[in-house]
């Protein structure tokens, strides 16, 4: 089961940006080679997408403007807390399409040699951000500041850690 569907999805008015319907309807276009690879008897297609914050909103936007029904698909969305858990979900077969960072899939083709195929790219910027609790924000005013602080990340290898460890090292920080 999805955490919104149709009814409770916020989405812009229809007469959203040429952009907006031009991105959404790029997605259904997208996954429909995916659905027609699911066979003639069936249209569903399950899609599970990462937790990061804008992982799922392209999917999102296209179910609730119809873009996935007006092109005959039944799409359920799923989501999982990160993309790993997305990519071990399409590994196994329990979804067909996972919506993940590219190290994800680049780490299930390295460690299990997953038969994997990335085809299609809903962002034009990585999705990477630091922020700080309310309570610290005077102290932590830059990336040197966060050194002797815990530092949260997604993952121990992926590109979230990979990027924290290089913006330190560049703050001249320990990332210790």
């Known amino acids: 089961m999805s955490c919104c569907d149709e009814t409770t999805a916020c989405v812009p008015p229809p007469e959203m940006s040429r952009r907006s319907v031009l991105k959404g309807a790029a997605l259904a276009a997208a996954l429909l080679p995916a659905a027609r690879a699911l066979g003639a008897k069936s249209n569903s297609i399950t899609i599970g997408y990462c937790s990061q914050l804008l992982c799922g909103v392209p999917y999102e936007v296209a179910r609730s403007a ?3 029904k007006k092109h005959g698909l039944d799409v359920q969305l799923i989501h999982f807390r990160g993309g790993n858990a997305a990519m ?51 102290q932590i005013q830059s990336i040197k500041d966060l050194q002797g602080k815990t530092v949260g990340i997604s993952a121990l290898g992926n590109a979230d850690h990979a990027l924290a460890l290089f913006l330190l090292k560049e703050a001249k920080a320990d990332p210790s």
């Not at 040699?113 to 700080?132: E, K, N, Q």
């Open 66 to 68: 119809g873009f996935f």
């Open 88 to 138: 071990q979900a399409l590994v196994g077969g329990s979804i067909d399409y996972a919506a993940t960072a590219l190290d994800v899939a680049i780490q299930a083709y390295a460690n299990v040699h997953a038969d994997i195929r990335r085809f299609a790219v809903t962002g034009r910027l990585p999705l990477f951000a630091l922020v700080t609790a309310p309570g610290t924000a005077g």
